[in-house]
């Protein structure tokens, strides 16, 4: 009934910059909260940025002051706009999104992710 799909990763230098976008679709009402979570290899999935309808956005710690997250109502997209990369960063990342469907149903979603790898 809802689908998101991540989008925008890749291969960045050290202290370069990329941008995640994350679309979704389907038989959507309306979407509360969409927010990014990243899971490197051999550790826990963590959040790293999510912002609500009519909120302002929350960062992990690690990544304040470097990324920006970003929404746009009209198409249904959540961004990710990361600078000031490190090597630590390197993960997946994936998308969620909360979704009231048109039907009532209100639905968690998570996107397929995204690789992004920072290194020289």
């Known amino acids: 009934q809802v689908q998101v799909v991540e989008s925008g990763g890749g291969l960045v230098q050290p202290g370069g910059s990329l941008r995640l976008s994350c679309a979704a679709s389907?038989?959507?009402?309306?979407?509360?909260?969409m927010g990014w979570y990243r899971q490197a290899p051999g550790k826990e999935r963590e959040l790293v940025a999510v912002?609500?309808?009519?909120?302002?956005?929350n960062y992990a710690d690690s990544v304040k002051g470097r990324f920006t997250i970003s929404r746009d109502n009209a198409k249904n997209t959540v961004y990710l706009q990361m600078n000031s990369l490190k090597p630590e960063d390197t993960a997946v990342y994936y998308c969620?999104?909360?979704?009231?469907?048109?039907?009532?149903?209100?639905?968690?979603?998570w996107g397929q992710g995204t690789l992004v790898t920072v290194s020289s």
């Open positions: 969620n999104a909360g979704a009231l469907t048109t039907i009532g149903v209100y639905l968690e979603v």
């Open positions: 912002v609500r309808s009519g909120g302002t956005p």
């Open positions: 389907g038989s959507i009402f309306s979407i509360n909260a």
